[in-house]
């Protein structure tokens, strides 16, 4: 299925039926805004959109009308129906109709003398199809929102307005995904983060920078801490690299060549200097390899760093913490003999596996993004990359670990495991990966010293086990609708005083609590008890003790979780269980 834009073909039923409605949307607009132009209709996850360009400019608030007259058309049963026009003809026809971008398109995207298109009434679009057989087997669809975007993803192109939408089999799914779409916004990070006061996007420091205000600092510490930990007892040495380098290093990888699109613009002096922010980590630990001569007995040298990373994202593409402009990265890079590699892999696998379990992310799988048949994309020899790849599918193989393989998915330098995870909206992205390098090693020219005496080339394995902080904290905010965990919540306990007489008291408890490290607040406001325990609530904090005389007097503490349960404990029991709970990481 296509519109001779950059989409793939598909006959998957649902599919179809969404580029239908987009058509059925393009038709409507058409009808009520004739001096509209149109670009493309595609469908995408759990919708469709289409671009267009209006006279006036449109706002969510015309989709009503717009949605009614797709209704009105519906009724109307029009049926799709597919011509074979000459490129003479359909360049004629749409020109007659005004239609400069599907003119641009014909010149660009048909090969050959032959155009498909598909008329539905007196609406007519270039398409190769399929499509339903007519629009009142289009049952189930809704607007929802109204975009900017640039025509064909090309800033230098004109920004159309592009209209999202769904479309499902049955008026049960509609509902049904109308309903998720309602919980997801409950959970969005956006919205919590600025409620619960965990980062801020102050455009006043520039698009796409997060804020870490002091609780999601918490947060993001606890997570630090506990990834270097475990990274230790895994043998990992971590390292602190400049987040700036001479822009030749990324010249000599190779990163200026393919990315500097999405690079900042290099720092120029007067003594000829060129310095950049590091958009990856890679060359920096590469230096970090070769301030010595390695010996074989010295690998795998595995170097991990939390390190902070500058990439100039789009701004239309920018989106909370999920996809900014500096992002702070869980990285490191193995140096390796080609017979540890595999091992290595499988080392890698494991710890973001863990990393993710502990974490309650669960709904992820597994892509071996492997290179395609455009030879030209892609850095090395042939043996090379058969090597890469089959030591990624044994490793995958023998922890019996189902997999994807993704052509053309690959890195520039070699072949990749990337861990594809959903969120709480269903969106996909990559949070961690796993590649294997042969090139760089190459480049710089990286040796140690082998078994025989011999100088041979390392193997390089970059890999990402926990991902970047900012989108996995966008992540946990959602999965989680703010109630993280005791171990990550910046506030694990609130102490409630009945009155101020036993303030002196919830003192106490909280400098037991904080003896074992736990993160405690006494709440001596002169609210009500009730206004506090709402408040705490609001805030999500896993328990309150709320201590009064008869507490005092027995050192006890009164104990609601954030659920509503309540139970009296000893001090002494309660601070034992709260503290065996952070330790464990439960979840």
């Not at 060359?283 to 991990?304: C, E, F, G, K, T």
């Not at 993004?369 to 030209?376: A, F, G, L, Q, Y």
């Not at 609130?494 to 408890?509: C, S």
């Not at 003790?545 to 009164?558: C, F, L, Q, S, T």
């Amino acid at each position: 299925m296509s519109d001779y834009g950059e989409h793939e073909a598909t006959d998957d039923p649902l599919q179809v039926l969404r580029h239908s409605t987009a058509h059925l949307l393009a038709a409507a607009v058409m009808e009520l805004y004739p001096d509209a132009k149109y670009g493309i209709g595609p469908p995408v996850q759990d919708g469709f959109y289409y671009d267009l360009a209006f006279t006036k400019p449109i706002s969510e608030s015309d989709l009503g009308a717009i949605e009614s007259r797709m209704r009105r058309i519906v009724n109307e049963d029009r049926p799709f129906v597919h011509e074979t026009l000459t490129r003479d003809e359909a360049m004629a026809e749409f020109r007659k109709r005004g239609q400069d971008y599907k003119l641009e398109l014909i010149a660009d995207k048909v090969e050959g003398d032959e155009v498909s298109v598909y008329r539905t009434g007196d609406f007519l679009d270039l398409c190769r199809g399929p499509h339903v057989r007519s629009t009142r087997d289009l049952k189930a669809f809704k607007l929802m929102r109204v975009a900017g975007a640039y025509w064909r993803g090309d800033e230098s192109k004109p920004q159309l307005t592009r209209i999202y939408g769904t479309a499902w089999q049955t008026p049960k799914e509609l509902d049904d995904y109308l309903k998720f779409l309602e919980e997801a916004e409950k959970r969005d990070h956006k919205k919590l983060g600025k409620e619960l006061k965990l980062f801020a996007l102050d455009e006043r420091l520039g698009l796409g920078q997060v804020v870490w205000l002091p609780d999601g600092t918490t947060i993001r510490r606890e997570l630090e801490r506990w990834i270097i930990d475990e990274e230790l007892k895994r043998g990992y040495r971590h390292v602190i690299t400049p987040h700036l380098a001479k822009l030749d290093l990324y010249k000599k990888s190779g990163h200026w060549q393919l990315f500097h699109d999405t690079m900042y613009p290099p720092m120029r002096f007067e003594d000829g200097e060129e310095l950049e922010l590091r958009p990856m980590n890679c060359p920096h630990h590469i230096v970090v390899y070769d301030q010595d001569m390695h010996s074989y007995r010295d690998l795998p040298l595995r170097i991990a760093e939390l390190g902070q990373n500058y990439r100039l994202e789009k701004s239309g593409e920018l989106m909370g913490m999920v996809r900014v402009r500096s992002f702070n990265l869980n990285d490191a890079h193995i140096f390796c003999t080609p017979d540890q590699v595999i091992a290595e892999v499988r080392g890698a696998i494991e710890l973001a596996n863990y990393f993710m379990s502990v974490l309650g992310v669960d709904d992820y799988w597994y892509r071996l993004s492997v290179r395609d048949n455009v030879k030209t994309k892609w850095a090395g020899t042939d043996e090379e990359w058969e090597s890469a790849e089959a030591m990624l599918k044994e490793a995958l193989d023998s922890l019996s670990l189902p997999y994807k393989v993704s052509p053309g998915d690959a890195a520039f330098y070699g072949p990749k495991i990337d861990f594809q995870v959903k969120d709480a909206h269903r969106r996909e992205f990559t949070n961690n990966t796993v590649q294997v390098d042969y090139q760089l090693p190459k480049k710089f020219e990286l040796e140690y010293v082998a078994e025989d005496g011999s100088r041979q080339r390392p193997v390089m394995i970059h890999r990402g086990a926990f991902g970047a902080f900012e989108r996995m904290t966008a992540y946990l905010i959602e999965h989680y609708a703010g109630a993280f965990p005791t171990w990550l919540h910046p506030v694990q306990v609130i102490v409630i005083p009945i009155t101020d007489a036993q303030l002196d008291y919830a003192r106490t408890v909280a400098d037991r609590l904080r003896s074992l490290r736990l993160r405690v607040e006494v709440d001596a406001r002169s609210e009500r008890m009730q206004r506090k325990i709402r408040d705490g609530q609001a805030r999500k904090v896993p328990y309150m003790a709320i201590v009064g005389a008869r507490e005092a007097e027995a050192e006890h503490v009164n104990v609601r979780d954030r659920s509503g349960d309540q139970v009296d404990s000893s001090l002494d029991s309660f601070a034992s269980m709260v503290a065996t709970e952070v330790a464990e990481r439960r979840r």
